[in-house]
């Protein structure tokens, strides 16, 4: 099983699918006179076993999705049910976010410009997010407006004298704070080659642990029963509010980029802010880019679904718990995520020695997301990338993300591939 193709599996098991597709029929009642979205949900129990990666073009009333505009108006029932039983809901945008420069100077001896912005936003405006704006001052020759890559970080950036915080409740500070000096070197890379960076602290959206509703946005949107991933994939969608409202940014070239755990919200916020021209998680393991199903110890990947609510129950709504030793009810599997992606632009880069994230469990959401993009007529917009290497953000990673960027947002020619699967005996 573990090296078999998601594509060969849904050709040799058509009829499983079928009969799937019966019985999700008798059990997803459908409501909507519009569209395929199912205004309620099966309890887990009710959810039939899916042993296999669930077909993203199989509605939940048995039909099969044949054209670009019947996915067009899936995408909101594929959305839904995300929603419901892993994520939880995000506030709508709040349509009011402000920017206030705090501080503004030069760095890498001209060669970059920095800019500290003070959103603000929300109910009453009571909300902010201390952003980091990185811009490429010496860029061979690149002009303004820059592609922009939104990347949440775990470092805090300080400056002298520090902020005040001023979200209803302080989220955790971060335990390593960086100079604007020092973070921009993270940077050069894409800097370099005309990109600029837009960075935040990513607890200052909502904490990092049990207490997460307390903190940060939560407090602000008390009916919304999202959770971490989804906040800080909200707060990447704020930074891109305030982007569209300046002049440096490529409003057409919005790049969302994260590691980790931020590459799971990362794969969130590519999939819900339709804004995002391309979404580029790095090794972002289980609630990221691995399948479900194909992760976990007893599958022989790594950390599963089981580990994951187990010890991270902040970021994942309480729905997902239930399907604990259940992952085959699940009625999604990660690849929906980098399907609601397409027609924009996707790739994922990993470490063939991540031991935070499965080769099997990325290529086998990789093989399952391909048809949605087939469909759509852009079958290149998909990418993937491993290099040699462990759970890291490795400059390999960054120059692939920033070749497939130049490639697919600024149509250049570019000498790597994005199709490339390592050797099968790899896929562990
Ligand atoms: C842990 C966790 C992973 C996560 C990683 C990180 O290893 O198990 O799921 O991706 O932390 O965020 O660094």
Redesign the pocket.
Known sequence: MKHQTSSTRFLSLGGLIVQLAITSRLLWPIQSPAADNPTTFPAVNDLPIQTNMPNPLLTADGKTITTPAEWQQHRVAVKQIIEHYALGHMPPPPGNVKGHEVVSRMLADGKTSYRLVHLTFGPEEKLSLDISIFLPAETNGIKAPFPVIVQPSFSAISVNPPLPLTNAAPAKQSASANTPEVAARQYTQALERGYAVVTFYYQDCGRDGGDYRTTGFFPAYPDYDWADLAVWAWGMSRCVDYLETQSFADKSKFIALGH??LG?ATLVAGAFDERFALVAPAG???AGTGAYRFNGKARNGR?GLNE?VK?FPQWTIPSLVEFSNRVERLPFDQHWLIDLVAPRSFIAADGLDDT?ASVNALVQSYLAAKPVYALLGVPDHLGIHFRPGRHTLAPEDWAAILDFADQQLRGLDVKGRFDQLPPQELWH
Request: proline share 0%; with cysteine.
């Open positions: 980790s755990r799971k972002s393991g289980c950390e994951i010890n935070a």
